[in-house]
């Protein structure tokens, strides 16, 4: 007896006794009959109503698993829903009522079969209880849906959802809408469901398997169904998108699409290969074995001493330690043990795919022909609307869904191009293509576009920033296969693909943005795991060996690279430190500007984007450092487990550190030449027969060489044998290397003083030179005062003499005198070095110069200490002595200021705006100046992938960036490197965010009972009960009984046709009901509104499906939108009482709304109101009507203003 309760205890036993009511009151097997068929009870359908209210409000609701736990044990899905749905026969597509069943059944399947994740925070005692019985569940719900024989269940879903999915977008309702995603997520279901890691399913796992799943899609239609879907993806299918991505996610993952496109012939070659080659590593492990293995039987033990170099014995037991010293020493360090630091268990879902997946013939046949038929048709479609509801961050649009779209895009690429080889071998030299053939190449174009490279980017550097490294890992691998993909569009020998790949490759490598995130990358891998890390060496080898080939042809290559243009406040003082005394100040010392300019400089430092000349030497220098190196050498130690070209790609690596940039010393580490050695001589070596007689080969040559190298280092610097324990910088290395330390010369050009300007730009030129005069003697530097007046007065004597020499050739030539000519200019020449220096620093003295007239000889040239000043020649000689005039009036006369201003006071910086002058732009003149005012670039030209406006102004990001002094002795911003706690935090937020968007698409499965009460004679008896009871109603209080009239607001011949039941539509709109019910409002604020299902319509239980996806995709798509709004139904312009609800003949709920229209005045009284309210003179308020909206179109007319 207890033993029968002890499974009671893990669910209450009323919800368990109701649950089994219901159950066994959906039906059965008769015992009766002999046909042996399942009989529905006679209230079937409210059962399975019931039952779906009891997941959604008990299950979901309180976060508990009882009445899935129920429904598992008495097996629901397989002894009942499986056998009504085998009720319904293609042939009897027309039975209204059998196909509400269908959907009934299929609405309590999908909460059953969808995934159930865990989480750590949410997870009670009652989910660790329930788990792995579901778990288990689920297996056998996926087992008899694919695998039943009496009806095609699969088949019979789609059968449901096809009415609505051929009505075209603009005529779907709601309920067509939650009809179709409620079967894309059953079909989503049956494809994730998989045994569970730790979980042992006790049943046949062939029957579960991706073979079994991909014939069961084939055989039922599904894949047709899903190709139709992605085909149309953008005119009829909108929302859909991310289910469609997850089906092919979980149908495509781990498969190797290198196998799918070959030969039967060709794929028995490549299993015998692999067979062989187990088998050859298998004999290996065993040759290293046996060849120190014991020699003396197996009865006769052996025990050891070993005499250590302290004098210590230590004792050593197993015949293997009579073999050699080598031996002995192994065999002590076997013995060792070392307690590694305890780390916090990381989460191992998002770790690994799972296992590669092999599947039978004919499932590969199947799958293959779908591949073909899916890249053909709806690759392009698809992928082009994933892209941009993930570009801009629609609402239906999950963090998984990222991950899954670059991962699907890079299988993809990756399987055209293998399908390309594959064609290639078969068609005969002889055949030409033909003209009418479609390009390859094209019908992969929707993610080889500018907008993909730049969402490429952004996801890039998103995720290293936020240490999302699942999401980084898929990210890298779409990166390597679109490099891969353009390599092969390169050398197609077709002239418009190699164009296009021209440009594509221009764009990947014009930013030096991404540069940097490669080689950041490669330098920071630390414990992500192998596929992290094999994702990270494939994606730098390509990108280095594909970007070497680009630079090698186009010598000229420019990358974009956006820098700071301010140095360093230190670097400037010591440069005024040293130039301390000679009367030089620099511009940061200088302070010519008050505090509010002082805050304007404390702001960030303006940007410059510039464009340079790409050197591959250069850039190639950023992989040299150790941290690279480390990974790649973490990568070399699966050297066991490594295909031939992933040890091809290391060794490309070394060799190009060792010899290419002459850079072995990096390599020059004890654990690293331990690996390299061990790889050829070591007791585990790499096997030729295993990896390739030319890639072992390889290996020992490079392995020969740097052993080499690195005994020859050694007798040259002794130093180097203390290096062989640690790591080693660049510099280190150079020296090394070298013997001498490598010299660096900066090639910074000097800037001249800061460009000031008046605060007061209305002051006249006296007040201005009097300012500037006031500020050199409050700062003792009369020289410059002194220079400036000499030069005038020198240059106003020569230039007076000029003037009456040319004066007296024209009264001899003409008999007067005319206009004269420009004078030739007059070269200012600087007395000493020092004031040469100032000239070029003091940006007081540049102002005065530049207030009297001076001016630079070659003013569009860069400025330099040795540039040659000017008097231009149209100063004529009474300018040069009004100058001096107002020079000397302020030297003797100093300006004065208010409230104890100084002269200096009056000055500022001149801002980087104003300093820029605007230049005109050329027609060829494709320089980039339209930049956003924070830096960045819009991420798409005009009309470019979206339509769409933004709502609102765009707010600023705030990047955590860090500045590093390049080479050119300027700031380089780059974005720094958050720590734990701080990625902890982001990726909390984003699963918070990303659990809010599952509940919702969660709570959009279901649908409202009402959707199926649309019979004509219960509608026409309803309607007529209700006329009578209003009728009777009103007879009570006193008010005449008059004829029905339609309520305010609605066309009367649709009211009428409504009532007699003459509405041509069936059913009502379908609505989602959200996971938790709001609260009901108060019973005072429904007035006395009667309680009926025509009212219950708009109930807060009930939410319409996909209306924000919906909405979203209609501001998207403008023309969508036009070519699908319904024509606008005509509206009456009667008052209209404010809070009285009416349907009309669509079903859609409107709100009529107190409305003061033309041609009726306050003082008019409503019918139906009693007269005791016209005693009443009160004003009548006028609120906004509320539109009434379909499916997020406005179905209002303008008639009404």
Same mark, same amino acid.
């Given at each position: 007896?207890?033993?029968?309760?002890?499974?009671?205890?893990?669910?209450?036993?009323?919800?368990?006794?109701?649950?089994?009511?219901?159950?066994?009151?959906?039906?059965?097997?008769?015992?009766?009959?002999?046909?042996?068929?399942?009989?529905?009870?006679?209230?079937? *359908?409210?059962?399975?109503?019931?039952?779906?209210?009891?997941?959604?409000?008990?299950?979901?609701?309180?976060?508990?698993?009882?009445?899935?736990?129920?429904?598992?044990?008495?097996?629901?899905?397989?002894?009942?829903?499986?056998?009504?749905?085998?009720?319904?026969?293609?042939? +009897?597509?027309?039975?209204?009522?059998?196909?509400?069943?269908?959907?009934?059944?299929?609405?309590?399947?999908?909460?059953?079969?969808?995934?159930?994740?865990?989480?750590?925070?949410?997870?009670?005692?009652?989910?660790?209880?329930?788990?792995?019985?579901?778990?288990?569940?689920?297996?056998?719900?996926?087992?008899?849906?694919?695998?039943?024989?009496?009806?095609?269940?699969?088949?019979?879903?789609?059968?449901?959802?096809?009415?609505?999915?051929? *009505?075209?977008?603009?005529?779907?309702?709601?309920?067509?809408?939650?009809?179709?995603?409620?079967?894309?997520?059953?079909?989503?279901?049956?494809?994730?469901?998989?045994?569970?890691?730790?979980?042992?399913?006790?049943?046949?796992?062939?029957?579960?398997?991706?073979?079994?799943?991909?014939?069961?899609?084939?055989?039922?239609?599904?894949?047709?169904?899903?190709?139709?879907?992605?085909?149309?993806? &953008?005119?009829?299918?909108?929302?859909?998108?991310?289910?469609?991505?997850?089906?092919?996610?979980?149908?495509?993952? $781990?498969?190797?699409?290198?196998?799918?496109?070959?030969?039967?012939?060709?794929?028995?070659?490549?299993?015998?290969?692999?067979?062989?080659?187990?088998?050859?590593?298998?004999?290996? %492990?065993?040759?290293?074995?046996?060849?120190?293995?014991?020699?003396?039987?197996?009865?006769?033990?052996?025990?050891?001493?070993?005499?250590?170099?302290?004098?210590?014995?230590?004792?050593?037991?197993?015949?293997?330690?009579?073999?050699?010293?080598?031996?002995?020493?192994?065999?002590? +360090?076997?013995?060792?043990?070392?307690?590694?630091?305890?780390?916090?268990?990381? +989460?191992? #879902?998002?770790?690994?795919?799972?296992?590669?997946?092999?599947?039978?013939?004919?499932?590969?046949?199947?799958?293959?022909?779908?591949?073909?038929?899916?890249?053909?048709?709806?690759?392009?479609?698809?992928?082009?609307?994933?892209?941009?509801?993930?570009? !801009?961050?629609?609402?239906?649009?999950?963090?998984?869904?990222?991950?899954?779209?670059?991962?699907?895009?890079?299988?993809?690429?990756?399987?055209?191009?293998?399908?390309?080889?594959?064609?290639?071998?078969?068609?005969?030299?002889?055949?030409?293509?033909?003209?009418?053939?479609?390009?390859? =190449?094209?019908?992969?174009?929707?993610?080889?576009?500018?907008? %993909?490279?730049?969402?490429?980017?952004?996801?890039?550097? !998103?995720?290293?920033?936020?240490?999302?490294?699942?999401?980084?890992?898929?990210?890298?691998?779409?990166?390597?296969?679109?490099?891969?993909?353009?390599?092969?569009?390169?050398?197609? &020998?077709?002239?418009?693909?190699?164009?296009?790949?021209?440009?594509?490759?221009?764009?990947?490598?014009?930013?030096?943005?991404?540069?940097?995130?490669?080689?950041?990358?490669?330098?920071?891998?630390?414990?992500? &795991?192998?596929?992290?890390?094999?994702?990270?060496?494939?994606?730098?080898?390509?990108?280095?060996?594909?970007?070497?080939?680009?630079?090698?042809?186009?010598?000229?290559?420019?990358?974009?690279?956006?820098?700071?243009?301010?140095?360093?406040?230190?670097?400037?003082?010591?440069?005024?430190?040293?130039?301390?005394?000679?009367?030089?100040?620099?511009?940061?010392?200088?302070?010519?500007?008050?505090?509010?300019?002082?805050?304007? /400089?404390?702001?960030?430092?303006?940007?410059?984007?510039?464009?340079?000349?790409?050197?591959?030497?250069? =850039?190639?220098?950023?992989?040299?450092?150790?941290?690279?190196?480390?990974?790649?050498?973490?990568?070399?130690?699966?050297?066991?487990?490594?295909?031939?070209?992933?040890?091809?790609?290391?060794?490309?690596?070394?060799?190009?550190?060792?010899?290419?940039?002459?850079?072995?010393? %990096?390599?020059?580490?004890?654990?690293?030449?331990?690996?390299?050695?061990?790889?050829?001589? &070591?007791?585990?070596?790499?096997?030729?027969?295993?990896?390739?007689?030319?890639?072992?080969?390889?290996?020992?040559?490079?392995?020969?060489?740097?052993?080499?190298?690195?005994?020859?280092?050694?007798?040259?610097?002794?130093?180097?044998?203390?290096?062989?324990?640690?790591?080693?910088?660049?510099?280190?290395?150079?020296?090394?290397?070298?013997?001498?330390?490598?010299?660096?010369?900066?090639?910074?050009?000097? !800037?001249?003083?800061?460009?000031?300007?008046?605060?007061?730009?209305?002051?006249?030129?006296?007040?201005?030179?009097?300012?500037?005069?006031?500020?050199?003697?409050?700062?003792?530097?009369?020289?410059?005062?002194?220079?400036?007046?000499?030069?005038?007065?020198?240059?106003?004597?020569?230039?007076?003499?000029?003037?009456?020499?040319?004066?007296?050739?024209?009264?001899?030539?003409?008999?007067?005198?005319?206009?004269?000519?420009?004078?030739?200019?007059?070269?200012?020449?600087?007395?000493?070095?020092?004031?040469?220096?100032?000239?070029?620093?003091?940006?007081?003295?540049?102002?005065?110069?530049?207030?009297?007239?001076?001016?630079?000889?070659?003013?569009?040239?860069?400025?330099?200490?040795?540039?040659?000043?000017?008097?231009?020649? $149209?100063?004529?000689?009474?300018?040069?002595?009004?100058?001096?005039?107002?020079?000397?009036?302020?030297?003797?006369?100093?300006?004065?200021?208010?409230?104890?201003?100084? #002269?200096?006071?009056?000055?500022?910086?001149?801002?980087?705006?104003?300093?820029?002058?605007?230049?005109?732009?050329?027609?060829? /003149?494709?320089?980039?100046?339209?930049?956003?005012?924070?830096?960045?670039?819009?991420? =798409?030209?005009?009309?470019?992938?979206?339509?769409?406006?933004?709502?609102?102004?765009?707010?600023?990001?705030?990047?955590?960036?860090?500045?590093?002094?390049?080479?050119?002795?300027?700031?380089?911003?780059?974005?720094?490197?958050?720590?734990?706690?701080?990625? #902890?935090?982001?990726?909390?937020?984003?699963?918070?965010?990303?659990?809010?968007?599952?509940?919702?698409?969660?709570?959009?499965?279901?649908?409202?009972?009402?959707?199926?009460?649309?019979?004509?004679?219960?509608?026409?008896?309803?309607?007529?009960?209700?006329?009578?009871?209003?009728?009777?109603?009103?007879?009570?209080?006193?008010?005449?009984?008059?004829?029905?009239?339609?309520?305010?607001?609605?066309?009367?011949?649709?009211?009428? $046709?409504?009532?007699?039941?003459?509405?041509?539509?069936?059913?009502?709109?379908?609505?989602?009901?959200?996971?938790?019910?709001?609260?009901?409002?108060?019973?005072?604020?429904?007035?006395?509104?009667?309680?009926?299902?025509?009212?219950?319509?708009?109930?807060?239980?009930?939410?319409?499906?996909?209306?924000?996806?919906?909405?979203?995709?209609?501001?998207?798509?403008?023309?969508?939108?036009?070519?699908?709004?319904?024509?606008?139904?005509?509206?009456?312009?009667?008052?209209?009482?404010?809070?009285?609800?009416?349907?009309?003949?669509?079903?859609?709920?409107?709100?009529?709304?107190?409305?003061?229209?033309?041609?009726?005045?306050?003082?008019?009284?409503?019918?139906?109101?009693?007269?005791?309210?016209?005693?009443? /003179?009160?004003?009548?308020?006028?609120?906004?009507?509320?539109? !009434?909206?379909?499916?997020? =179109?406005?179905?209002?007319?303008?008639?009404?203003?």
């Amino acid at each position: 007896m207890e033993d029968n309760e002890i499974p009671n205890d893990t669910v209450h036993p009323e919800v368990r006794a109701h649950i089994n009511s219901l159950v066994s009151a959906l039906g059965g097997f008769s015992v009766d009959s002999d046909d042996d068929k399942y009989k529905l009870g006679d209230d079937a *359908l409210e059962v399975l109503r019931d039952l779906k209210k009891w997941i959604r409000f008990y299950d979901e609701k309180t976060n508990r698993m009882d009445v899935a736990r129920c429904l598992a044990e008495a097996n629901i899905v397989c002894t009942d829903l499986l056998q009504i749905l085998a009720l319904w026969p293609p042939s +009897d597509n027309d039975s209204k009522y059998r196909s509400k069943i269908a959907l009934a059944c299929y609405e309590l399947m999908v909460p059953l079969t969808w995934p159930i994740e865990k989480d750590p925070e949410t997870m009670t005692v009652n989910h660790h209880r329930h788990l792995p019985v579901l778990q288990l569940a689920q297996l056998n719900y996926k087992r008899a849906i694919i695998n039943f024989d009496a009806a095609q269940i699969l088949n019979t879903a789609i059968r449901v959802a096809l009415p609505s999915m051929a *009505l075209p977008i603009g005529d779907r309702t709601a309920r067509d809408q939650g009809i179709i995603k409620l079967i894309l997520y059953f079909l989503r279901n049956i494809a994730m469901i998989s045994p569970p890691p730790g979980v042992n399913y006790e049943g046949d796992e062939s029957q579960i398997s991706r073979s079994a799943l991909i014939d069961a899609f084939s055989f039922q239609d599904v894949f047709l169904t899903i190709l139709t879907i992605a085909s149309n993806m &953008g005119e009829d299918f909108r929302t859909e998108d991310v289910i469609i991505l997850e089906i092919l996610f979980h149908l495509l993952k $781990r498969v190797d699409s290198s196998k799918l496109f070959v030969s039967e012939k060709q794929l028995n070659k490549i299993k015998t290969d692999e067979l062989t080659e187990a088998m050859n590593k298998e004999a290996a %492990m065993l040759r290293s074995y046996n060849k120190k293995a014991p020699t003396r039987h197996s009865r006769f033990g052996t025990m050891i001493w070993v005499k250590r170099e302290s004098g210590r014995t230590v004792t050593v037991s197993g015949q293997d330690a009579l073999l050699d010293p080598a031996a002995r020493e192994r065999k002590m +360090d076997s013995t060792k043990t070392f307690k590694a630091p305890r780390r916090a268990r990381k +989460d191992e #879902a998002d770790k690994e795919l799972g296992p590669l997946v092999n599947l039978d013939e004919r499932a590969r046949q199947q799958l293959k022909e779908f591949v073909s038929d899916f890249l053909d048709s709806g690759f392009n479609p698809l992928f082009l609307h994933l892209q941009r509801s993930i570009d !801009r961050e629609a609402g239906h649009v999950l963090e998984s869904h990222k991950a899954q779209f670059f991962y699907l895009v890079s299988w993809f690429l990756e399987a055209e191009r293998v399908r390309q080889q594959a064609n290639k071998d078969q068609k005969k030299p002889s055949q030409p293509a033909s003209a009418d053939e479609v390009n390859s =190449f094209n019908l992969v174009a929707a993610v080889l576009q500018p907008e %993909m490279i730049i969402t490429l980017n952004r996801y890039l550097d !998103r995720s290293y920033t936020d240490k999302n490294w699942p999401l980084l890992t898929t990210v890298m691998r779409c990166y390597t296969q679109i490099l891969l993909t353009i390599q092969e569009m390169t050398d197609s &020998g077709n002239e418009e693909d190699e164009e296009i790949a021209d440009n594509l490759l221009s764009n990947l490598f014009y930013e030096q943005t991404t540069h940097d995130a490669i080689a950041n990358i490669a330098r920071t891998y630390k414990d992500q &795991g192998f596929e992290y890390l094999d994702a990270c060496t494939e994606l730098t080898h390509t990108f280095l060996r594909i970007l070497e080939a680009y630079s090698k042809q186009n010598v000229d290559m420019q990358v974009r690279s956006r820098r700071r243009t301010r140095k360093k406040k230190k670097a400037k003082q010591a440069e005024v430190a040293a130039n301390a005394g000679s009367g030089d100040e620099d511009e940061d010392l200088v302070n010519p500007v008050s505090d509010d300019d002082d805050e304007a /400089d404390a702001r960030k430092a303006e940007h410059t984007t510039q464009e340079r000349k790409f050197n591959f030497a250069q =850039f190639a220098t950023r992989f040299l450092p150790q941290g690279v190196v480390d990974t790649f050498v973490k990568f070399t130690h699966f050297y066991l487990d490594l295909s031939p070209e992933q040890l091809k790609r290391a060794h490309r690596y070394f060799y190009r550190v060792a010899f290419k940039h002459e850079m072995s010393p %990096m390599l020059f580490r004890l654990d690293i030449v331990s690996l390299l050695y061990n790889m050829i001589k &070591g007791p585990h070596p790499l096997d030729p027969s295993t990896v390739g007689k030319s890639v072992f080969k390889e290996w020992e040559e490079l392995v020969k060489q740097i052993i080499r190298k690195c005994t020859k280092k050694l007798e040259e610097r002794p130093a180097l044998f203390v290096e062989l324990l640690f790591s080693k910088e660049k510099q280190t290395a150079f020296y090394l290397e070298y013997g001498y330390e490598k010299q660096t010369s900066s090639s910074t050009n000097p !800037r001249p003083g800061a460009e000031l300007e008046f605060k007061d730009k209305m002051l006249e030129k006296a007040a201005q030179i009097a300012i500037v005069v006031g500020v050199l003697l409050d700062r003792n530097q009369t020289e410059w005062l002194e220079w400036v007046k000499k030069t005038l007065q020198e240059t106003e004597s020569e230039r007076r003499a000029w003037e009456a020499a040319e004066q007296a050739k024209q009264m001899e030539s003409t008999g007067g005198v005319g206009l004269l000519p420009e004078a030739p200019y007059t070269v200012i020449h600087p007395s000493n070095d020092k004031c040469r220096t100032a000239m070029f620093k003091n940006p007081h003295l540049r102002l005065l110069m530049k207030l009297v007239g001076f001016e630079r000889l070659a003013p569009t040239l860069d400025e330099t200490p040795d540039s040659v000043w000017i008097v231009p020649g $149209r100063l004529s000689a009474y300018d040069l002595k009004e100058n001096l005039d107002m020079i000397n009036k302020a030297e003797f006369e100093p300006p004065t200021f208010e409230a104890g201003e100084l #002269a200096e006071d009056q000055l500022r910086r001149k801002s980087a705006a104003t300093k820029a002058a605007p230049r005109k732009r050329a027609a060829f /003149d494709d320089d980039d100046d339209d930049l956003l005012d924070d830096g960045e670039e819009p991420l =798409f030209p005009v009309g470019g992938p979206t339509a769409r406006k933004p709502d609102g102004e765009r707010p600023k990001k705030l990047r955590r960036k860090r500045t590093t002094i390049n080479s050119d002795g300027e700031e380089v911003e780059e974005v720094r490197e958050i720590d734990d706690e701080e990625a #902890a935090e982001r990726a909390k937020a984003r699963k918070q965010k990303q659990l809010e968007k599952l509940r919702k698409i969660k709570s959009e499965m279901y649908v409202r009972a009402s959707d199926d009460e649309s019979d004509e004679e219960a509608d026409r008896e309803f309607f007529a009960k209700e006329e009578e009871r209003r009728q009777k109603t009103k007879a009570a209080f006193g008010e005449p009984t008059r004829e029905k009239e339609k309520p305010l607001g609605v066309e009367k011949s649709a009211w009428e $046709r409504l009532l007699d039941g003459d509405d041509d539509e069936d059913e009502d709109d379908v609505v989602v009901e959200k996971l938790m019910p709001k609260p009901k409002k108060a019973a005072a604020n429904r007035g006395s509104k009667r309680k009926s299902d025509v009212a219950d319509l708009g109930s807060d239980e009930d939410v319409d499906m996909d209306r924000d996806d919906d909405e979203e995709e209609n501001t998207a798509d403008d023309e969508s939108e036009e070519s699908s709004t319904p024509p606008p139904a005509k509206r009456t312009a009667k008052k209209r009482k404010p809070s009285k609800k009416v349907v009309d003949e669509d079903g859609d709920e409107e709100m009529a709304s107190a409305t003061q229209t033309s041609d009726r005045t306050v003082g008019e009284k409503d019918d139906g109101v009693d007269e005791d309210d016209d005693d009443e /003179d009160l004003p009548v308020s006028a609120p906004v009507r509320r539109p !009434r909206v379909r499916a997020g =179109f406005i179905m209002d007319s303008s008639d009404d203003e």
